[in-house]
C-alpha cells in the first residue's frame, strides 16, 4: 500500500505562482505513474498533469500546458507540481493519485488552491 501527502496549498494573487508537493510513503517501489487531478466547486475532479516513475514522461491538460510543470524526486518519494501564471480559474483542490505495478491506485487527501486578488 502507499500513502500519499500533499502539501504546498494556499492564497495566491492571479498572475501568481505555487508549488505542490506529493510525498509518497509505503510500497513507493511499486509506483508507476504518479497524476495530479483537481476539483473546483460543483465541478468535477480533472487530470491535470501526469509523470512516469521510469524514464520520467510527462502529459498535461489543455489548462495547464505552457503554465504548470510536474516533476519528480525518486529519491524522496515526491512529485511536485509547479504553477505558474495562475488564474482564477485554476482554484480547486489538487489531489495526488499514484497508481502501482498491479495497477492499484492511491489517492491522497487534497490541498486547497485559491487563486484571488
Known amino acids: 500500500q502507499v500513502q500519499l501527502m500533499e502539501s504546498g496549498g494556499g492564497l495566491v494573487q492571479p498572475g501568481g505562482s505555487l508549488t505542490l508537493s506529493c510525498v509518497a510513503s509505503?510500497?513507493?517501489?511499486?509506483?508507476?505513474?504518479t497524476d495530479w487531478f483537481r476539483q473546483a466547486p460543483g465541478k468535477q475532479r480533472e487530470l491535470v498533469a501526469s509523470?512516469?516513475?521510469?524514464?520520467?514522461?510527462?502529459m498535461y491538460s489543455d489548462s495547464a500546458k505552457g503554465r504548470f510543470t510536474i516533476s519528480r524526486d525518486n529519491g524522496n518519494n515526491t512529485v511536485y507540481l509547479q504553477m505558474f501564471s495562475l488564474k482564477a480559474e485554476d482554484t480547486a483542490v489538487y489531489y495526488c493519485?499514484?497508481?502501482?505495478?498491479?495497477?492499484?491506485?492511491?489517492w491522497g487527501q487534497g490541498t486547497q488552491v485559491t487563486v484571488s486578488s
Open positions: 493519485k499514484v497508481t502501482d505495478t498491479y495497477i492499484r491506485t492511491a
Open positions: 509505503g510500497s513507493t517501489w511499486r509506483i508507476v505513474q
Open positions: 509523470i512516469s516513475t521510469t524514464g520520467g514522461v510527462t
